[in-house]
T-cell receptor, first 109, second 115 residues
Framework: GQNIDQPTEMTATEGAIVQINCTYQ??????LFWYQQHAGEAPTFLSYNVLDGLEEKGRFSSFLSRSKGYSYLLLKELQMKDSASYLC??????????WGAGTKLIIKP | IAGITQAPTSQILAAGRRMTLRCTQD?????MYWYRQDLGLGLRLIHY???????GKGEVPDGYSVSRANTDDFPLTLASAVPSQTSVYFC??????????????FGEGSRLTVL
């Protein structure tokens, strides 16, 4: 079966750095996405990785290792507004997205 | 403002009733999707459409139907609602042609409660 695993919840301090991990087992791979979802709102796109390595976009970076079936989202200089759920999704061999259950990130002052 | 509009935002429905969730996008995206989101589970695909006039079944299609008469509209119908269909429903679109996976743009969601 296809599976995406990510931690259910993480807590971090304002101004710090946090890394949210995602491991996947899918039938084929056509890219990995990270989305941010604030409580009661729609998911919004953060990043897309299809090749191994690190993609940096401001305070957010996303890393991919296809051989390990592993990705992480790195958030730097955490702000209170970063409190949200972070969803990992993999595009499989049919270009259908398989979604993880999401990681709820709690930021404390 | 360009984007996706869903209606209704919230609805309480008696079991056995028919319900249609509406979704309209003005970005001229080819692909549209309906997901449900339940606590502790990832987004699950109900139905999708890669282009106007075509639809496909996702991971959890039973009890739901869709149509794609034109590019902009993608309604989701529950023919006879059951309590297990209580969920938050998200419509999404992407500039994808089925041979790639583009960024998804989501509507604000429709919270449906079936009693």
């Amino acid at each position: 079966g296809q599976n995406i695993d990510q931690p259910t919840e993480m807590t971090a301090t304002e101004g710090a750095i946090v890394q949210i991990n995602c491991t996947y087992q899918t039938s084929g791979f056509n890219g990995l996405f990270w989305y941010q979802q604030h409580a009661g709102e729609a998911p919004t796109f953060l990043s897309y990785n299809v090749l191994d390595g690190l993609e940096e976009k401001g305070r957010f970076s996303s890393f991919l290792s296809r051989s390990k079936g592993y990705s992480y989202l790195l958030l730097k200089e955490l702000q209170m507004k970063d409190s949200a759920s972070y969803l990992c999704a993999v595009s499989d061999s049919n270009y259908q997205l398989i979604w993880g259950a999401g990681t709820k990130l709690i930021i404390k002052p | 403002i360009a984007g996706i509009t869903q209606a209704p935002t919230s609805q309480i429905l008696a079991a056995g009733r028919r319900m249609t969730l509406r979704c309209t996008q003005d970005m001229r995206h080819n692909a549209m999707y309906w997901y449900r989101q339940d606590l502790g589970l990832g987004l699950r695909l109900i139905h999708y459409s890669n282009t106007a006039g075509t639809t496909g079944k996702g991971e959890v299609p039973d009890g739901y139907s869709v149509s794609r008469a034109n590019t902009d509209d993608f309604p989701l119908t529950l023919a006879s609602a059951v309590p297990s269909q209580t969920s938050v429903y998200f419509c999404a679109s992407s500039d994808s042609r089925g041979s790639d996976t583009g960024e998804l743009f989501f509507g604000e969601g429709s919270r449906l409660t079936v009693l």
